[in-house]
């Protein structure tokens, strides 16, 4: 199906462990971004990218990783897991051509025990 | 700094009333204007933007949203709300970078 998605949905790992969440998307779209929600925090940029092999921080990359070889592949890396770093991880993409409108993933409810 | 206030965490009203969701920000240039909203376990869908022109702008679901340069606000409105509006509502600005409000909560009541 067309869109975008990520997987796992769901993940439960711990404390020091490398997790790994990847997103892909079908449109071709040349931004894409990766945002985590915390309660009462909204949506927090962690890092984006605009198109292969550029990427840049966002506003909380401390303990993330990213990647970008292919166009419509981004996945985000934590390195040492902590417990901080549970929360709901959300990728969406973008193209200037459509007016930078984001669309967004599902979602991935990340715990870190 | 750029940032964007939702000065509500939580808006309830009746069905068939209308509804404001209110969002303010403060950023340098012209920015890109969006409201999302969010269902449970759900990502973020797209609503309305606006990027110039009309102050108004209509949207998905028969939302719309009003622009006010002077007030830097972008206030989310309905004139009659349903009770499957209720949802996480939340409101971007685009300057350079995307930055998100912090969502507000809309219970609409049968």
């Known amino acids: 199906d067309a869109g975008i998605t990520q997987s796992p949905r769901y993940k439960i790992t711990e404390t020091g462990r490398q997790v790994t969440l990847m997103c892909h998307q079908t449109?071709?779209?040349?931004?894409m971004f990766w945002y985590r929600q915390d309660l009462g925090h909204g949506l927090r940029l962690i890092y984006y990218?605009?198109?292969?092999?550029?990427?840049d921080k966002g506003e909380v990359p401390d303990g993330y990783v990213v990647s970008r070889s292919k166009t419509e592949n981004f996945p985000l890396t934590l390195e040492s897991a902590t417990r901080s770093q549970t929360s709901v991880y959300f990728c969406a993409s973008s193209d200037q051509a459509g007016g930078d409108t984001q669309y967004f993933g599902p979602g991935t409810r990340l715990t870190v025990l | 700094a750029q940032s964007v206030a939702q000065p509500e965490d939580q808006v309830n009203v009746a069905e068939g009333n209308p509804l404001t969701v209110k969002c303010t920000y403060s950023v340098s240039g012209n920015p890109y204007l969006f409201w999302y909203v969010q269902y449970p376990n759900r990502g973020l869908q797209f609503l309305l933007k606006?990027?110039?022109?009309?102050?108004l702008v209509k949207g998905s679901y028969g939302f719309e949203a009003e622009f006010n340069k002077s007030q830097t606000s972008f206030h989310l409105k309905k004139p009659s709300a349903l009770v499957s509006d209720s949802a996480l509502y939340f409101c971007?600005?685009?300057?350079?970078?995307?930055?998100f409000g912090s969502g507000t909560k809309l219970n609409v009541k049968p």
């Open positions: 449109w071709s779209h040349s931004y």
């Open positions: 606006y990027i110039t022109g009309d102050n």
């Open positions: 990218s605009a198109a292969a092999d550029i990427t």
């Open positions: 971007a600005v685009r300057v350079y970078k995307f930055y």
